[in-house]
């Protein structure tokens, strides 16, 4: 009588191997958390690979300091859950500049994101940091290797990437270099829904459907979620029945109409719309700014 | 076979589309062909077909194939998944992209690798985890070089699944004599090489031809589309299951001072609580307590799964060890015969040491000047000092010290291994061990010198281990003490190892654990394996209380000279004669673990000869045993 594994506990078995091999053969890992859907996959399989142990790394969380509220309810709850240690990181230089998405643009995500998450690295010396990256999400993600190099100064160097065969990891590096490493990449958006359901994984409620403020700007609905988002004069918040698909910064991140409020009906929606995932993010839609280019100057 | 429409479901009762889709299978398959074989193409109609494309993306999908297509007003698949172009200008390596796609009943990762320059390395690279290969043939130019490469390739590898998908059958008018040509072309091949078995189909990825569905084009040919066939074809999971168990150990999971579990994949076989198990390389045994994992104590795990499990015994156990079943380990050495793919710019440099990873293993190893070079387009050996970028060669290898392993034809987890530059860090070389050098080089030497045949003529007789196993007090001592008299009256050169009389000198150091009991066996077998060397008879009196340690020291003999003799007599009995007063001993506690009272006696299944001490004397017994040894049982 053979046992017969499902593609999820494949898949599930593959990423947990991941992670008890960076924690074999790295000095000091974390895992970068930003309270996602993919995130909290993550972090169930991290729980997984290390029981009845705690994950013996902490959650960073590099923040930018706009985020939607439910994200930092439930980063603050999951943390203390599991028993994991929370690092927050902020970059000062952001936080003292007052930089912010209304007025900064693309130097929001640069200088909080990229350059906070360069800060916290060197800061806690941490030698390979988890991401939840998939190779689903988009054609340029599809050759992603699962282990990814960064130099001294976190640059990733395109031209040098190591061969991933069998199960076999290289996880060799010179002093100073780092590794980002990425568990979930052979999971399609699918699969996370589905193991969020089969496992029951808390997510931030606003994957769901509610009735939340909105304004509507550049095809783009966005919801108020507190009273630091600037209305335009006229602008008046509506209430509107919505959802998100991918959690950001709130006043970057566009929600979609729905009236999807059970994990099944999320997943119902998304099987049956017809714009991919990444759409909602305003990031991706910057003139020439390819992942690749991001992802060169140190961008997750 | 029907078109895959999950919308309806999905929208009717997304609970029951749900319950159907968590029990889908994996399957991870590689396509093989060059640009003009059609490859994207066919990849992006899996893509289409199964649903898995959104809007968005095809709207841009259409924009770009009217502005930069091939294909004049119509998609151009191609599009969805090429872009390799602008990844080329941008100076970025690709070796393998991954697509995911899924259908009813399974989920798809396909491996696609550009054919072009560096093709060896990338096919290599996609290849090591896939279980099925689609070969792409362009039916217009049937069976060509690239297309013995690709299949010598995934046969290296050891794809066990190929099928044969002669593309562009509009081109040729659907035509069933070129297809019947080509298929006959490649199963000569096939055969030359020793692949087994393939599945030939006729499709056309650019019209869908027998991709998804069944074509009305191709009426002669009554096999499986493309997608049926992926869908169907029955994957490798029983055999897997049905392997000798094997863990190679990741990580030490230590949270308190109670509990020690050793977390890692199962590269093969199946394992429960109660299993007895051997830690290599140190042969230390010890039994499965528990299978650990978050959703609780598992009854059994198979391979492919990621567990923890919990040993009875405090036995050294670390990462890089294997966790294998104790009455069929794997092998350890430091030397062997391996195909290596060389994946560097910098050629190879016999001698020079390099990082060795296999499983979980990580040593130093040199690896001698290649044997030869393979030609991965004629399939011909040639002679070669080093292997340069996409060389495949065979070599031999030693490492710093011994390690697990199997060859790379019965696992790809604990045959397969790479090459680190010890400067650079950069991975150099993918590796397939065929076999370990030492049992080879033993018989040659033996060869040259004095041999065990010479032994064995000089003392006129023919070795041979009489094995007596049974409990404390069953008789053995007195019964091949009976036999080995009667065998020097017959003029036979004997020698009797007296489980006792040994333990006084060479296995003096060990105790009575289930772990020493275990290397007290195999020391006794490696000593009486030196006696039947030097051509003497030899009895051998130990309760060797495991059939796994019984069955190593069988193996360790030529074939045909070792007898196990069961010396049966009942618990009961062996306790009322109690001649050394241990059996006293034990019940009163003073005496730990003691065979048949707190430690376990695994009686023989088969042996070779079982003598009932409650119905024969001693020299009866002898007799029987004598008999046994001259064939006249």
């Not at chain 1, 609905?221 to 009273?227: E, S």
């Not at chain 2, 009943?105 to 396909?110: A, L, N, S």
């Not at chain 2, 397939?432 to 033996?446: E, I, P, Y």
């Amino acid at each position: 009588m053979s046992i017969e594994l499902t593609h999820l506990r494949r898949l599930e078995a593959e990423s947990i191997q991941i992670f008890r091999e960076v924690v074999a053969e790295t000095e000091n890992p974390v895992m970068l958390y930003s309270v996602g859907k993919d995130s909290a996959v993550m972090m169930h399989l991290a729980r997984k690979a290390f029981f009845p142990a705690m994950p013996p790394f902490p959650l960073l969380h590099v923040d930018t300091t706009w985020k939607f509220r439910a994200m930092y309810e439930l980063r603050d709850r999951m943390a203390k859950e599991s028993g994991m240690q929370l690092l927050v990181h902020q970059n000062p230089d952001a936080l003292a500049r007052g930089i912010n998405p209304f007025d900064h643009g693309g130097l929001h995500t640069d200088l909080w994101k990229t350059e906070g998450l360069k800060q916290a690295l060197d800061k806690y010396g941490f030698d390979a940091a988890f991401g939840g990256a998939r190779r689903d999400e988009e054609k340029s993600r599809a050759k992603e290797r699962i282990f990814s190099f960064r130099s001294a100064n976190h640059r990733w160097d395109p031209k040098n990437q190591r061969p991933e065969l069998w199960r076999l990891y290289n996880t060799k590096k010179a002093k100073g270099e780092s590794i980002r490493v990425f568990p979930i990449s052979n999971w399609t958006e699918l699969d996370i829904w589905q193991y969020i359901h089969l496992e029951n994984i808390p997510i931030v409620p606003l994957y769901f459907a509610a009735e939340r403020p909105t304004v509507e700007r550049d095809g783009l609905i966005l919801m108020v979620d507190d009273d630091r988002f600037r209305l335009k004069p006229g602008e008046k918040p509506v209430m509107r029945s919505i959802r998100f698909r991918t959690l950001g910064c709130y006043p970057l991140t566009g929600a979609v109409e729905s009236h999807a409020a059970t994990l099944p009906e999320v997943i119902q929606e998304m099987l049956l719309t017809t714009t991919s995932e990444r759409q909602g993010r305003a990031i991706d839609h910057d003139q020439a700014a390819s992942m690749e280019k991001k992802k060169q100057e140190g961008y997750f | 076979m029907s078109v895959y429409e999950p919308e309806a479901l999905i929208a009717k009762d997304i609970d029951a589309y749900l319950d159907q889709h968590q029990h889908k299978s994996l399957l991870r398959f590689i396509t093989c062909g060059s640009v003009d074989d059609g490859k994207s193409t066919l990849i992006g109609r899996l893509l289409y077909d199964s649903k898995m494309i959104f809007e968005d993306q095809l709207a841009a999908l259409e924009a770009d194939s009217k502005r930069v297509g091939t294909q004049g007003q119509n998609i151009d698949f191609a599009l969805l998944v090429d872009g390799l172009a602008a990844e080329r200008e941008q100076g970025i390596t690709i070796d393998v992209a991954y697509r995911f796609f899924t259908t009813e009943k399974r989920k798809f990762i396909v491996a696609d690798t550009p054919g072009h320059e560096q093709y060896t390395r990338n096919m290599v690279t996609g290849a090591s985890t896939a279980d099925l290969a689609v070969i792409l043939v362009d039916a217009r130019k049937g069976v060509l070089t690239q297309t013995r490469r690709h299949s010598y390739l995934a046969h290296l590898l050891g794809i066990r699944h190929l099928v044969l998908a002669v593309n562009k059958m509009d081109l040729v008018g659907y035509s069933q004599s070129t297809y019947d040509k080509i298929v006959a072309d490649y199963a000569a091949f096939a055969a030359s090489i020793g692949i087994a078995g393939f599945t030939p189909m006729p499709i056309s990825g650019y019209q869908g031809d027998n991709v998804t569905t069944r074509s009305a084009h191709t009426p002669w040919y009554q096999g499986p589309t493309l997608i049926g066939h992926l869908e169907s074809v029955e994957l490798d999971v029983a055999a897997d299951q049905a392997k000798p168990f094997r863990l190679p150990v990741q990580w030490v999971n230590r949270p308190n001072q109670d509990f020690r579990g050793f977390a890692g994949m199962i590269a093969g076989g199946t394992v429960r609580p109660g299993d007895k198990v051997r830690i290599l390389p140190s042969g230390h045994t010890s039994t499965v307590s528990r299978i650990v994992t978050f959703d609780g104590d598992l009854d059994a795990a198979v391979a492919g799964q990621s567990v923890t499990l919990t040993l009875a015994d405090e036995v050294d156990c670390s990462r890089g060890d294997v966790i294998a079943a104790a009455s069929d380990p794997c092998q350890v050495a430091d030397q062997f015969e391996a195909t290596i793919v060389w994946m560097a710019a910098e050629p190879m440099l016999p001698g020079r040491p390099y990082w060795l990873k296999l499983g979980t293993q990580l040593v130093t190893a040199n690896v001698q000047a290649p044997k030869y070079q393979v030609n991965v387009n004629t399939m011909e050996h040639l002679a070669a000092k080093t292997l340069e970028l996409n060389a495949i060669g065979v070599a031999n290898l030693s490492t710093d010290r011994p390690i697990s392993f199997e060859p790379y034809s019965a696992s790809r987890d604990l045959g397969g291994f790479i090459l680190i530059d010890k400067l650079t860090n950069a991975t150099v070389a993918a590796g397939l061990l065929h076999f370990s050098l030492r049992r080879s080089q033993n018989v040659h030497w033996q060869a040259l010198d004095v041999s065990r045949e010479a032994h064995a003529r000089l003392k006129n007789q023919s070795p041979a281990v009489l094995w007596f196993t049974g409990l404390s007090g069953a008789g053995k001592s007195t019964i091949a003490n009976r036999v080995e008299k009667k065998l020097l009256r017959m003029n036979r050169h004997t020698f009797l190892l007296d489980g006792d009389n040994v333990r006084h000198g060479l296995n003096k150091d060990l105790g009575f654990t289930d772990a020493d009991r275990v290397e007290n066996i195999r020391r006794v077998g490696e000593v009486a394996k030196l006696m039947t060397d030097a051509g003497l008879v030899v009895l051998t009196a130990f309760i060797s209380p495991f059939r796994a340690e019984r069955e190593m020291v069988r193996q360790m003999m030529a074939p045909g000279e070792f007898f196990e003799i069961f010396i049966d007599t009942p618990l009961a009995d062996a306790e009322q004669r109690d001649v050394k007063g241990l059996y006293k001993k034990a019940r009163s506690g003073t005496l730990k673990n003691f065979t048949g009272i707190d430690s376990p006696y695994e009686p023989p299944e088969n042996p070779d000869l079982r003598i009932d001490t409650t119905k024969v004397t001693p020299d009866e017994a002898a007799e029987m045993v004598i008999k046994l040894l001259f064939g006249e049982l």
